[in-house]
């Protein structure tokens, strides 16, 4: 089966997937954004390793689309002129369309408003609907009532990369590095306002317990977070560390003793999922997260089990949640060890088999309507 798959950019947590996918179907991958920009680090990897792929414009993928030279098609719901592009070659191909969906909020903007009518009708029309967990299944029946041929892929890390443990003296080193003498908080992403940091950084002063925060990322808020840490006076206990890559991340992550995910909602962003709670947890740490981090409304994150998860926005219960994981000892153990036996459930090969079934069913039901 030739498949066309329609995504923004080849992800390296992505990567994995796809290579399946073209282990088992004759895949063409097509990358709609070619700039890092707000959401994309410059210095994360982005290659298209052994897959046969290349970046279009929307017009050429039309025109690619129409030949009809592909079985099936799938789309993730993205990238508003290649969106467009490809609902209109579909519709006058007709050939089998999965839509791929994590989303699980609209954004509130002109541009957006213009665009839903476009994303209601996909979700209505596609074959086959791939989501990026329940909470995501949950959106699209509520947008548009549709519960059937949805199918749940995790989001997943390598996990054995996470788990793999760190030598004690490198663990060592890095503490001592930045100063770290006690119990750890960390977080790990990009320092923009949908994170959350402030309210984070408000909850810190709020603590009782004596613990030490690393911040590790980069963005458009380095500034003014650190300005705020010595508004507050706690400059002493939070480290801002630069970007790591994936071969960095586990020291961080072992070094650690609780990972925090203090995300906010925003006119234009909700978390999707937060791959870096894989991440930390694979590494066996307990996680706060806010209740809108997609990774908590999905599942993995959960109350007394894997974590703590507390109101976005909410100083008071997200420095409650900083004071308990600080100072009972236990409840970190225990949903450290729960949090990294959980996502061994999120893997790479689960979400080759949502698509793939996807894909199957979409061709059936145009096999049987033809």
């Known amino acids: 089966m030739r498949v066309a798959f329609i995504t923004n950019r080849p992800a390296h947590y992505r990567l994995p997937t796809f290579e399946q996918l073209a282990g088992r179907y004759d895949v063409d991958f097509f990358f709609t954004a070619t700039k890092p920009g707000r959401w994309w680090s410059a210095q994360q990897p982005s290659d298209f390793g052994d897959l046969r792929a290349s970046y279009v414009s929307s017009r050429t993928l039309y025109q690619i689309l129409r030949r009809r030279e592909h079985e099936v098609v799938i789309s993730c719901l993205g990238g508003r002129t290649h969106l467009a592009a490809t609902a209109a070659a579909v519709a006058r191909s007709q050939v089998p369309f999965v839509l791929w969906v994590d989303m699980w909020f609209y954004p509130r903007s002109v541009v957006h408003a213009a665009g839903r009518p476009l994303t209601r009708n996909l979700l209505r029309r596609a074959d086959a609907l791939v989501s990026c967990g329940p909470h995501v299944s949950e959106w699209i029946s509520e947008e548009v009532g549709r519960t059937a041929a949805i199918y749940e892929m995790p989001n997943a890390v390598d996990n054995d990369h996470f788990t793999q443990p760190v030598e004690p003296s490198e663990i060592a080193r890095f503490r001592a590095r ?28 709020a603590t009782h317990e004596p613990f030490d925060l690393v911040i590790a990322g980069e963005g458009s808020l380095r500034e003014p977070l650190t300005d705020l840490t010595a508004a507050l006076d706690i400059a002493d206990r939070v480290r801002f560390i630069d970007w790591l890559d994936q071969e960095k991340l586990p020291t961080l992550y072992q070094a650690s003793d609780v990972f925090v995910f203090p995300s906010v909602s925003t006119r234009l962003v909700k978390e999707t999922w937060g791959l870096a709670v894989n991440e930390a947890m694979s590494a066996g740490l307990p996680v706060i997260a806010t209740d809108v981090v997609g990774a908590a409304a999905g599942g993995l994150v959960q109350e007394g089990v894997t974590g703590w998860v507390v109101p976005e926005r909410s100083v008071l219960e997200l420095s409650r949640a900083l004071d308990q994981a600080a100072s009972d000892g236990q409840a970190r153990e225990s949903r450290g060890e729960e949090a990294q036996r959980r996502t061994r459930e999120y893997t790479f090969e689960a979400g080759t088999e949502a698509f793939e079934a996807a894909l199957e069913h979409a061709v059936d039901v145009r096999g049987r309507a033809a």
Not at 183 to 197: D, N, Q
């Open 178 to 205: 930045h100063g770290l003498q006690g119990i750890t908080a960390s977080f790990v992403g990009r320092l923009e306002p949908e994170k959350g940091l402030d309210v984070l950084l408000q909850a810190v002063a």
